[in-house]
């Protein structure tokens, strides 16, 4: 359990999240418009996304079909009867003067994310709904001082807005949220999930109150936190905030609060006199959208192994740690990558290679598996050449290097570089002994307790065999023969 | 009874500027037409479905595919006002600065 | 010359078949008389120019045999369809500016069948009223006097300009609008022939929206055969409108000579009972009941229970969605933008919005903005919706028993332009008789159908079942020839 800690004692956290997740789609959700991103303003922009008299929308196909395909991947109730509402308000990036959104009967309902707390114990989150929406346009603020410019090409984008119940308990927990939803989409293709473009954002609403045996607190909405960290950031700030307030015997007041990721704080939002009346009503230009379930029953066969259930397989079926299972299977390339590296070779050790050795290779580059040279075969065979005693753990290293650089097939680094492991016992046995004639002093002082030298007998085999004994072997023989 | 604060809200929901006199003008001919509303009030149709469209179909959907282009020179050409020039040349709509 | 502008569609494209007269000799006499008048009001934009080029088109086509469907008939268009190029208002201030760049479906459909467009009539704003008294451009005058008196009477509205062009011979057919009523009640007040098809029979891609679940393009014509040519080339599916109904375009001109022998015609006779009805036009619902009994037809009792709440029910649903789709009136992208306004984003909007509208588009706005807000919506909006399904229930169910229902168009004939309707709830009763049909999205038509003792035109309207545009126009037309021998040309045209 994650506290605020105040002056007059402990505070706990109470946050729910919405997430506007963009959908892949080529076209808008209204519009054929392209999604593409575009330097030039409102070069992506039709009649219909300016909003211009007596245009029309009509619905994209694909993206009711991304937003059944996430729904189901959420565990949730998908609609089978679903309607658009206008919402109504005034706004320069809102061409319409109303957004096109689900208020009523939105498409996806009553779903759930599982994520993993700091001490191991699953927590579940509770999704009250997923709707289709549209995106606003773009402002732009600081091209001028008496001006603001609008750009419309973001304007009619796919979105689906999911939204929390305020089950999650502390910044990490909104962290791990947010992380696990943002693999779900990019493993099911509905949202690239990058935060930093735009394509997902997050909007925090966030009280506290002394326990949770009272009753919700006023909360804050706190928009525009556009990465992980910031989310915490935000999420800290906040309560904090509510927390001094509060102790200071003063009231929260409920508003929309923008997140300044310069400073770290959160700061009120232009100044509305009284709360907005969206005045929702179903969109006369559409119909209802009606589903088959055979539509529903067909996108769920085709629907991906997810996160979840692929991090379960990697425990109970190939043996590895929680810990490395939820590291591969976070990034659905890496995860792609192992699977195929495991063909004929032991998992958890591939494992262990991807995090540990190919990682931080990776990392020191600046590249991604998929630009690596070390195809995932490559490191399935050189990890059988291990298994296989053919090079020991150390040679392997070096094998590893050479393919990182090269991309060179592990059996031909070895024969180029004769890094076969030696493990002909009758060979080893000669050396050995004729490391013992060549060192009699130190082999007296061995057997008189010197038990160090052993280490020292062990590097003068590796010398001899330029590295390439095998070492299991080397400490069986030197036993028998010292 | 439709009070002139509600009317006040109504027209700066719609974005509209009153001054006293037209306050007053829309409140009386705003109760006068409630009025003649006000009879649905007193049916019960609670057990009737709300007709949202006469058409008895269902959304149409088109395929994913793009079928617009950039329709920029379209788009500013109906500009107007002390800034149209700037709108146009820098293809952008321009509003007084916004503060959020 | 003016002979050629008295001509029906009909009779005109068989003259110009064989040559009697060349589409540019008819386009002439339609521009002089629209010259001389002038004073009527009913054009905003007149396009003369485009018309003689596009009659030089029609006249080689003629002589090439490759001659459209309407090819060469000089016609009007509501200035609520954006015509490319073309100044579109919508008879509001806020789009006095506004030149599109694109083409409404329904008036590209007649242009690519040869129509010759003579120019954008007025119309009330925002196809707000009916009496073409809310123009920002101005009244239209009826062509139409009453015998008894020398002031001006209105035309009706929102189809204002459409209806008195054609009925004053300065168009032979003109493009209209119906949500509550725009087509068919000016078309009554005037003396020609108005028709809505069913809802979604015509696209509303480029049609300036006024209440999207009600507006749909009507036709005002000088006959029914006429409106009847006119629908077949304006109706048909079209992608870009999720409301428009992928349904084959019927064969409409046959239902014309059709008789209506044996056809079952519903008449809700406690209607006739309500208040505000004048007398004449109770005579002309009689005459006209007795006159179909006499050509065979079978009139049966029925009952609109609802009907009664369609003003209501109407006066909640089409400002709601109004106030939505006029939102988007800025002053931004295009429309007003008035000096001063650039202080702040807020002033824009205000400024905007209050210069541009005028008084009746604002109290619709307010009534829209009023039912939807938070607190009533349930209470009014969500009420009205119910409501509206009774009402559209009360129809089908009639239908069973009856082919299409025989009703008034109008409780009065045309009234005088000073007769300042200053009370909205008095002028909002023009529509009791044409709101019903709106509400269920049905076809309907207004014929006129007899002279009110002061000599003003009254027309009977005949709604039909959804789809069933054909019995609706063939009891019309029915309706036409029995009522033949009253002339229904406006005085001193």
């Not at chain 1, 000669?430 to 052993?454: A, H, P």
């Not at chain 3, 009453?146 to 003109?174: H, R």
């Not at chain 3, 009891?475 to 036409?480: D, K, P, S, T, Y």
Request: charged letters at 25%; proline letters at 4%; hydrophobic letters at 40%.
């Amino acid at each position: 359990m994650s506290y605020i800690v105040g002056r007059t004692g402990n505070w706990e956290y109470v946050i729910g999240l919405e997430v506007h997740a963009q959908i892949s789609s080529k076209s808008k959700l209204f519009s054929g418009s392209s999604t593409e991103f575009a330097s030039a303003p409102n070069s992506n922009v039709s009649l219909i996304d300016a909003a211009m008299p007596g245009t029309l929308p009509i619905l994209n196909e694909y993206c009711v079909h991304q937003a059944i395909k996430t729904g189901l991947a959420l565990q949730a109730i998908i609609n089978t009867y679903s309607v658009f509402d206008r919402k109504n308000y005034f706004y320069p990036d809102l061409p319409q003067g109303y957004q096109i959104s689900q208020f009523y009967h939105p498409i996806v309902q009553n779903g759930h994310i599982d994520i993993m707390l700091e001490d191991g114990t699953i927590k579940t989150i509770r999704i009250n709904r997923l709707h289709l929406e549209q995106d606003a346009g773009k402002s732009i603020h600081d091209q001028s001082v008496k001006y603001s410019f609008i750009d419309l090409n973001r304007s009619g984008i796919a979105l689906m807005e999911i939204v929390t119940e305020p089950d999650l308990r502390s910044p990490f927990e909104a962290s791990e949220y947010v992380k696990k939803l943002r693999s779900i989409l990019r493993y099911i293709g509905s949202c690239d999930g990058d935060m930093e473009k735009g394509s997902m954002r997050c909007d925090a609403n966030v009280s506290i109150r002394r326990s949770s045996n009272d009753p919700l607190g006023i909360r804050c909405e706190i928009k525009n936190v556009n990465s992980i960290r910031n989310i915490i950031r935000a999420i800290e700030f906040e309560a904090a905030r509510q927390v001094r307030l509060l102790e200071n015997g003063e009231k929260v007041r409920q508003e929309t609060r923008l997140f300044d990721a310069n400073n770290g704080e959160t700061r009120t939002m232009r100044l509305k006199e009284e709360s907005e009346d969206y005045r929702y009503f179903p969109d006369p230009d559409l119909l209802p959208v009606k589903i088959e379930q055979s539509l529903i029953d067909e996108i769920a066969k085709n629907l991906p192994e997810l996160p979840d259930a692929k991090i379960n397989k990697y425990i109970t079926e190939l043996g590895l740690s929680r810990y490395d299972a939820e590291v591969i299977v976070a990034d659905e390339s890496i995860a792609i990558y192992f699977e195929q590296a495991i063909k004929d070779s032991n998992p958890k050790i591939i494992a262990n290679w991807i995090t540990g050795e190919l990682f931080s290779l990776l990392n020191k580059h600046s590249i991604t598996i998929s630009e690596s040279k070390i195809l995932p075969l490559m490191l399935g065979k050189m990890v059988k050449l291990i298994e296989d005693e053919v090079i020991s753990g150390k040679i392997a290293k070096t094998v590893f290097d050479k393919m990182f650089e090269t991309g060179m097939d592990p059996d031909n680094i070895i024969q180029e570089y004769s890094l076969v492991q030696v493990s002909d016992i009758g060979l080893l046995t000669s050396i050995i002994d004729e490391i013992i004639v060549e060192n009699q002093q130190s082999r007296e002082d061995y057997k008189n307790g010197k038990e160090k030298l052993f280490g020292f007998f062990v590097g003068q085999v590796m010398k001899k065999t330029e590295g390439k004994a095998n070492p299991a072997l080397i400490n069986k023989l030197l036993k028998e023969r010292l | 009874m439709i009070t002139k604060d509600e009317v006040n809200k109504i027209a700066k929901l719609a974005k509209f500027n009153f001054d006293e006199k037209e306050i007053s003008h829309f409140q009386t001919q705003l109760v006068n037409i409630m009025s003649m509303i006000d009879v649905l009030t007193q049916i019960d149709c609670s057990k009737i479905e709300p007709l949202t469209s006469v058409c008895n179909m269902n959304q149409r959907m088109r395929e994913d595919v793009v079928t617009e282009s950039d329709i920029r020179q379209e788009l500013f050409a109906n500009t107007s006002g002390e800034n149209a020039k700037l709108a146009k040349e820098i293809n952008c709509f321009i509003v007084p600065k916004v503060v959020e | 010359m003016s002979e050629l502008t008295k001509l029906t569609i009909s009779k005109a494209l068989k003259a110009l078949k064989e040559k009697e007269f060349s589409c540019l000799e008819l386009a002439k006499a339609h521009i002089e008389q629209m010259e001389k008048y002038k004073k009527l009001n009913a054009y905003i934009t007149e396009t003369c120019d485009i018309a003689l080029s596009q009659a030089k088109i029609a006249d080689q086509n003629y002589s090439k045999n490759q001659e459209r469907k309407l090819e060469g008939i000089p016609v009007a268009v509501k200035d609520l369809f954006c015509t490319k190029g073309v100044l579109t208002t919508s008879g509001s201030k806020m789009l006095s500016n506004f030149v599109p760049t694109y083409e409404s479906t329904v008036s590209e459909n007649i242009k690519n069948q040869g129509t010759i467009m003579l120019g954008k009539t007025n119309m009330d704003e925002f196809a707000m009223g009916s009496s073409n008294l809310s123009s920002y451009f101005g009244h239209v005058i009826n062509p139409w006097k009453a015998s008894d008196s020398s002031e001006n009477l209105v035309p009706g509205g929102s189809s204002g300009g459409s209806s008195a062009a054609v009925s004053g011979f300065l168009a032979m057919a003109a493009l209209g609008s119906d949500t509550g009523g725009s087509v068919r009640q000016p078309a009554s007040y005037t003396g020609i022939v108005g028709m809505k098809p069913t809802y979604g029979r015509c696209s509303r891609w480029g049609m300036i929206a006024f209440a999207s679940s009600l507006d749909q393009a009507g036709i005002l014509t000088r006959n029914v055969e006429d409106a009847a040519l006119m629908l077949e080339s304006m109706m048909g599916f079209d992608a870009k409108d999720s409301t428009s109904l992928d349904v084959p375009v019927p064969n409409l001109m046959p239902a014309c000579s059709k008789s209506i022998k044996g056809m079952r015609i519903g008449v809700p006779y406690d209607l006739m009972k309500l208040d505000g009805i004048d007398g004449d036009i109770i005579k002309m619902w009689q005459d006209t009941i007795d006159a179909m009994k006499a050509e065979g037809a079978e009139i049966i009792d029925i009952t609109l229970e609802n009907a009664k709440y369609s003003l209501p029910t109407y006066y909640v649903i089409a400002p709601a969605e109004a106030s939505s789709n006029l939102a988007r009136y800025d002053g931004i992208r295009y429309g007003l933008r008035p000096e001063g306004s650039e202080i702040n984003i807020n002033e824009l909007y205000e400024l905007t919005r209050s210069n541009g509208f005028g008084d009746e588009v604002k109290r619709r706005i307010m009534i829209g903005t009023y039912v939807l807000s938070a607190s009533f919506i349930d209470a009014y909006y969500l009420k009205a919706q119910r409501m509206r399904r009774l009402i559209y229930n009360d129809f089908n169910q009639a239908f069973t028993k009856v082919d299409v229902i025989l009703i008034p168009t109008a409780p009065t004939s045309a009234f005088a332009m000073d007769d300042k309707q200053d009370d909205p709830v008095t002028m909002y009763l023009n529509d009791i008789f044409t709101i019903p049909a709106s509400l269920a999205g049905l076809p309907c038509i207004s014929v006129p159908a007899a002279l009110s003792t002061n000599m003003l035109p009254l027309g009977m309207q005949v709604i039909g079942q959804a789809l069933d545009e054909y019995n609706t126009l063939r009891v019309g037309a029915a309706i036409e020839r029995l009522f033949s021998h009253v002339n229904f040309i406006p005085r001193g045209f």
